[in-house]
Structures are given as C-alpha cells and as structure tokens.
C-alpha cells in the first residue's frame, strides 16, 4: 500500500477477531515504532504485549481496577470490563517510561510515545491488520501500571487492540483538514 493512502485511509477497526499479527510481524510492528521522534533520544517507549492466551488475566487486572475505583461495582459491570480484554487476539499498552530528572520536558517525553503508538496503528494496517487506540481510566491507575512492569509515574499512552477486522468500515464522518489549519499572519 502506497505510505500517503494509509495514512490517508487510516481509520479504528469496528471490530477485531482471531488471527492477529505473527511473530514475526509483532517484531516488524514494534521495530516500525521505535522510528518515532525522540528528543534527546532518551527512548521513553515501552511496549507491553498481551498475548491472547493472557487476556483473561487481562481483564481480572481490568476488573480489579473497577472494582478499586467502583467498590460498588455490579457483577455485570465488573464482567463488562473483564471482557474488554478479548477485543482483539493481541492487546499492546504502548507506554512513556519518563525520566523526570531530564532536561527534556516529560511532554516531549510522552509525545514520543503517542508517536510510537501511532506508527503502531499505521504498521498494523499496512501488515493486513485492523487496530483500535483506546486508554480509558486503568491506564492511569497505578496497579495496573504496577501488573504491567511499569513505574506509578509512568505514563499509558493506550491500549492498542489488534487483529483481523471483521465488518465494514466506520460510519463516522472523517473531519475537514482545512478546519483545523490557519496560516500564521506575521
């Protein structure tokens, strides 16, 4: 696929199934976000992949973080966030591991790896796949950083689910460039 066309194409998967990206195209995906802006290069990406025989432990992780935030959280409540885990086959949490005593701004940082997330969401598609970016509030929540291999002051960029994309495309209207650009005056 010409690189111009997926980006103009680039659009969240509706719906994701069974099979996902290969190893061998896992490696192809992450070697793609690691060509990501880096000021300073201090290489804050921090890739942590979800294999689809973990997304159950996944989603108790997600459901405990309910439950901590929602202590009066119904069974049903709690089974719907469970099964956010099975999305997708593969989840990937694209994370900043920042360095606060650094001369570069921990936006810097974290943009960097919004950078790295991105580039994932143009890989997948261009490798055949569908991926959707979504973040939510256990990306934010210090145990799941904690059960990730992350630091509290981390930060989750996202939770990227990938796989095959099952349907059609989004009905979601794609915005006008031109609304979102002004030319400076001088």
């Given amino acids: 696929m010409d690189a111009l066309e997926l980006l103009l194409t680039r659009e969240s998967a509706l719906k994701l199934v069974s099979p996902g990206p290969s190893a061998a195209e896992l490696d192809r995906i992450f070697a793609s976000a690691v060509r990501a802006p880096d000021h300073g290069r201090l290489r804050p990406w921090h890739f942590v992949l979800i294999h689809e025989d973990q997304r159950g432990q ?12 929602m202590p009066t959280a119904s069974e049903t409540e709690l ?3 469970r099964d956010k885990a099975f999305r997708a086959p593969v989840i990937v949490a694209v994370a900043a ?14 943009a960097s790896a919004a950078a790295a997330a991105q580039t994932i969401m143009l890989a997948v598609p261009a490798l055949g796949y569908g991926a959707v970016w979504k973040t939510g509030a256990p990306a934010y929540d210090p145990t799941v950083k904690a059960a990730l291999g ?9 939770f990227l689910y990938i ?9 979601l209207p794609r915005p006008d460039a031109g609304d979102f650009v002004t030319s400076w005056a001088g």
């Fill in 97 to 110: 591991k920042l360095r606060k005593d650094h001369k570069i701004p921990e936006v810097e940082q974290i």
């Fill in 58 to 69: 996944f989603g108790d992780l997600m459901a405990a973080s309910l439950r901590r935030r």
């Fill in 163 to 171: 796989g095959t994309r099952a349907g059609g495309p989004s009905p």
């Fill in 150 to 158: 992350l630091a509290p002051d981390d930060a989750i960029i996202g």
């Fill in 79 to 81: 089974q719907r966030e």
